[in-house]
């Protein structure tokens, strides 16, 4: 396969049933909104059924530039780092309340909790360390059983932990601020209440 610049001729397809067509300015209206909120490429091919080279135009025509074309690394390690621990945790906790309460689609509850994280976020002053792809990329371990919520045995809150974390002795990264942290802005201005 060469890229060439010259358009390609497309086989004539058959007329779009109207149903088709609903659902793909469906398609594009998500594409759109999930690129607003600052999803990368990996997020729009997962959640969308949009062609890549489509997903590229729609990216650059609202962003203004090229998506950037490094994948997230495979691993739950930065969810258990201590201050991304307790944004991670805060947005899954404001996840897990939507998802119970309303019957909304999983892309619309990750939308909502994201903007809920980044606004009580944003009222403590602190700089939102979870970034919209990374939000995404926490709901797929925790639907791989890769990570999952462990209540605090002192503060009561629930924490993302590894899944077999000992829950009778869990202490959080809040209650329990590693040596060097000194008194941090995070411990002290979120709540997971
Ligand atoms: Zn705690």
Redesign the pocket.
């Known amino acids: 396969m060469e890229p060439t610049a010259a358009p390609v001729p497309t086989p004539a397809k058959t007329p779009s049933a109207p149903k088709s067509v609903l659902n793909e300015s469906r398609q594009i209206e998500r594409a759109v909104t999930l690129i607003k909120m600052g999803a990368r490429m990996q997020v729009l091919e997962s959640e969308t059924t949009l062609s890549y080279e489509r997903l590229i135009r729609l990216y650059k025509e609202i962003v203004g530039k090229s998506p950037s074309k490094g994948q997230l690394p495979f691993s739950t390690d930065w969810f258990l780092t201590w201050q991304e621990n307790i944004h991670a945790s805060l947005f899954l906790n404001i996840y897990e309340y939507l998802d119970k309460g309303a019957s909304l689609d999983s892309i619309d509850a990750l939308t909502k909790a994201y903007k809920l994280y980044l606004e009580q976020v944003e009222a403590g002053g602190i700089e939102p360390l979870l970034s919209f792809t990374r939000a995404w990329r926490l709901l797929k371990f925790v639907d791989a059983a890769m990570l999952e919520l462990t209540t ?1 045995t ?2 009561k ?1 629930r ?1 993302v932990t590894e899944p077999y974390e000992n829950a009778r002795h869990f ?2 990264g ?2 329990n601020p590693p040596a060097r942290a000194g008194k941090s802005k995070v411990a002290g201005s979120l709540s997971l209440d």
Do not use: A, D, H, Q
């Open positions: 605090c002192r503060c809150g924490f202490v959080c809040m209650c």
